[in-house]
């Protein structure tokens, strides 16, 4: 039988008076690709960070059954749930493959295991087009590039649910297939992944199942 | 040899301030604050050791660990119950007061106890090589200089190491590069903040103790060093400990020629105005209107 590998109960996010999440109640299976799609500003992103304990939220997270803790995201990093958040959120000024090797920071905090790990060397060879910009400062690289890197850097945490907020954003088509095909790789090396998109075309070309928000409100399809 | 004589000095002088202006960036890199006690905390070095040394009579090792250790657990408790509260806290503190007042307020309070538990003369830790002024070919250089030097080089080079060499270095320059970034890596941008806030305070404590065999020091003097140190750090926008090293080394050397050729009176007035010159040339080139709008 397929393990629950994230449960999430009566889910509700606030930023003061504005609820973001009303009681967002949903699943995700070991191994699924689950999108949570809807139009922009209605809390799809807010789902997830609330969920990676980015934000406080209130309700229920579990993580392969274990009840997550309210906005701790070491925690959540510790226990196989890496956020890949949306407008990346990279160290510009770090080079690209001290960005990645960050990733492992949630494992590890010797800079020779972390650089020898299956993580660090697996990210870093699902982008060979990245081989030749790792010593360039994260800041300097186009869009694509640094979409990548946020990946990679998810990936060195060696996830077993990889969360990845609106990978395309501000991408060309050509590079957003790029991104795409290596989500559907990372998934078929085993990865749960939950994507968040305001396309669900595009989402459900990789997504076996959708979670739907709707002015805070998330239902299932 | 004057000129190559106050040059020397000047470095002395300009590598403290290096080292504050260090742990000003630093910290303003992982904190967001300006830590305007840095000063202070080399003046409770200077007068603490002096303090147990002298007056209480403890052997010269005990009273620099006593001192050191002191500085630290305030240092930590200050951050565990202040600074926490209004940068972590459900209440938390925005903006300029974040950024100026907590430490603008310890530093008076620092200030008003060492009053208390020193007085108001001028003192200085023991000196700790003995003996006269170094001298080659007519450049003379005090012991303590010498000390001081070598601990601004290896503090310099530890610190570099560490950001260079280890996944906790890198881990603290993304918390200054981006801290939403270091969360979701897992990294604890908190534990940052007390650790360099700790760690600082007791490198500006032995810094306080090296030095002040040079020039002794009062009750007032850490205002003074957190004002320099502030400045250099300033000059890299705050963020650029490289740049904040380069600074202070500077304004140390331009200190002690104007003291030198200009006036010994008016030296520090006329380094402020070529100081505000500089901003006001080359604030961007400085650093300074990135400091300001973040």
């Known amino acids: 039988m397929t393990r629950v590998a994230l449960a999430v109960k009566g889910l509700s996010v606030s930023y003061g008076n504005v609820v973001a999440v009303h009681d967002a109640t949903f699943t995700v299976a070991e191994g699924e690709a689950c999108a949570i799609t809807g139009p922009n500003g209605n809390g799809k992103s807010s789902i997830l960070m609330g969920v990676t304990g980015m934000v406080r939220r209130r309700g229920g997270v579990e993580v392969f059954g274990a009840p997550a803790p309210n906005a701790d995201v070491r925690w959540i990093a510790r226990h196989g749930l890496t956020l890949v958040p949306e407008r990346r959120q ?132 | 040899m004057k000129f190559g004589n106050l040059v020397i000095a000047g470095i002395v002088t300009g590598s403290i301030y290096a080292v504050f202006a260090v742990c000003v ?78 430490t603008f307020a310890l530093s008076f309070f620092i200030d008003g106890v060492a009053k208390m538990l020193f007085g108001t003369d001028v003192h200085a830790a023991p000196a700790l090589w003995n003996g006269q002024a170094l001298s080659v070919a007519n450049l003379h250089i ?72 040079i020039t002794g020091y009062t009750y007032l003097s850490g205002a003074t060093i957190s004002l320099t140190g502030f400045l250099a750090a300033a000059y890299g926008g705050f963020r650029k400990p490289g740049r904040a090293l380069l600074a202070g080394l500077f304004i140390g050397i331009l200190e002690a020629l104007l003291g030198g050729y200009v006036s010994a009176e008016y030296g520090d007035t006329v380094m402020y105005a070529i100081l505000a010159a500089l901003v006001l040339a080359w604030p961007r080139g400085l650093g300074f209107e990135s400091a300001v709008s973040g």
Not at chain 1, 119 to 145: C, D, N, Y
């Open chain 2, 25 to 102: 960036s630093v910290w303003y890199r992982v904190s967001n604050i300006l830590n305007l006690a840095v000063g202070d905390f080399a003046m409770v070095g200077a007068l603490g050791v002096d303090n147990l040394y002298r007056v209480r009579g403890l052997p010269l090792p005990a009273a620099i660990i006593t001192t050191l250790a002191v500085v630290a657990v305030f240092a930590y408790a200050y951050d565990i119950v202040v600074l926490r509260i209004a940068q972590d806290g459900p209440r938390r503190a925005e903006g300029i007061v974040v950024t100026f007042f907590f």
């Open chain 1, 90 to 221: 990279l160290y510009p000024g770090l080079s690209a493959a001290d960005n990645i090797l960050l990733g492992c920071y949630c494992w590890t905090k010797s800079i020779a295991k972390a650089r020898r790990s299956d993580p660090f060397s697996r990210a870093v060879e699902l982008f060979p087009e990245l081989k030749p910009h790792l010593k360039q400062a994260a800041g300097t690289l186009s869009g694509g590039q640094q979409q990548m890197v946020a990946i990679a850097r998810g990936l060195a945490s060696d996830p077993k649910i990889l969360a990845v907020d609106e990978p395309c954003l501000g991408l060309a088509e050509a590079i957003a297939r790029r991104v795409y095909d290596v989500l559907a790789r990372i998934h078929e090396l085993g990865t749960t992944l939950i994507v968040v998109e305001e396309a669900p075309k595009r989402a459900l070309t990789l997504c076996d199942r959708r979670v739907e928000v709707r002015n805070g409100v998330a239902g299932g399809r």
């Open chain 2, 142 to 213: 005090e012991r303590a200089g010498i000390l001081v030097l070598g601990c601004a080089v290896i503090i310099g080079g530890m610190f570099w190491l560490y950001i260079r060499y280890t996944l906790g270095g890198k881990a603290l320059e993304a918390c200054g590069e981006n801290p939403i970034g270091a969360r979701i890596a897992g990294i604890d941008t908190r534990r940052y903040r007390r650790l360099i806030f700790v760690g600082t305070a007791v490198i500006a404590a032995l810094f306080g103790i090296v030095e002040s065999p």
